[in-house]
């Protein structure tokens, strides 16, 4: 089955204490992206990657870093977690630019 | 990419059309009309997106006005599945980096 998959689902963590959350597509997409969800903020961009070793910076990059050494992970990674990121976080893939986004279940993550 | 304006919420009976609009006045001539939804906090889904012709498929048809600066979601037969946040996205094709989803209408189906 065509999906991205995101794990944890659920994590709850320490201030400071890194963590990476992992990402992967099996639909051999090209473009990834990573956004975080809060509440009357709808959905932003924080990194997105249009292809193995090309990452760029979205909307809201502080805080966070991504890679994408192969084509199907792109891992999103809190070196130093504060209670501000605590959100709502999808990935999301597409074929290319003229495609549809297809999103992950999420990952909710509370910093405390 | 342009920005859209979406009504906060709107209700439907179930087994009626549900028609949803979006005003995109400042929409360029290489942007596409995109719709997404959100059903509870899962992982939005794709619904359908066009440029400036009507498009149908299993899930929706998109009614895009001949000027382009608005357009209408219909769900033909709306089921209580279909209560969710529906988006309504411009984006340039090929643009990988913008992607701004907006606070959406959240769709009530009411038995």
């Known amino acids: 089955e065509a999906q991205v998959t995101q794990n944890p689902r659920y994590l709850i963590t320490v201030t400071g204490k890194k963590l990476t959350v992992t990402c992967s597509q099996n639909?051999?997409?090209?473009?990834m992206s990573w956004y975080r969800q809060d509440p009357g903020l709808g959905l932003r961009q924080i990194y997105y990657?249009?292809?193995?070793?090309?990452?760029d910076k979205g909307d809201v990059p502080e805080g966070y870093k991504v890679s994408r050494k192969e084509k199907r992970n792109f891992p999103l990674i809190l070196e130093s977690p504060s209670p501000n990121q605590t959100s709502l976080y999808f990935c999301?893939?597409?074929?290319?630019?003229?495609?549809?986004?297809?999103f992950g279940n999420g990952t909710r993550l509370t910093v405390t | 990419d342009a920005k859209t304006t979406q009504p906060p919420s709107m209700d439907c009976a179930e087994g009626r059309a549900a028609n949803l609009p979006c005003n995109h006045s400042t929409i360029s001539g290489n942007e596409y009309v995109y719709w997404y939804r959100q059903i509870h906090s899962q992982g939005p889904q794709y619904i359908i997106h066009?440029?400036?012709n009507n498009e149908t498929n299993e899930m929706a048809s998109l009614i895009i006005t001949e000027d382009r600066k608005s357009s209408t979601l219909i769900l033909p037969h709306a089921t209580l599945r279909d209560t969710a946040v529906y988006y309504c996205?411009?984006?340039?094709?090929?643009?990988?980096?913008?992607?701004?989803f907006g606070s959406g209408t959240k769709l009530n189906v009411k038995p």
């Open positions: 639909m051999n997409h090209e473009y």
């Open positions: 996205i411009v984006r340039v094709r090929n643009n990988f980096n913008k992607f701004y």
């Open positions: 990657s249009m292809n193995v070793e090309v990452t």
């Open positions: 066009g440029l400036k």
């Open positions: 999301a893939s597409s074929l290319r630019g003229n495609s549809p986004l297809h």
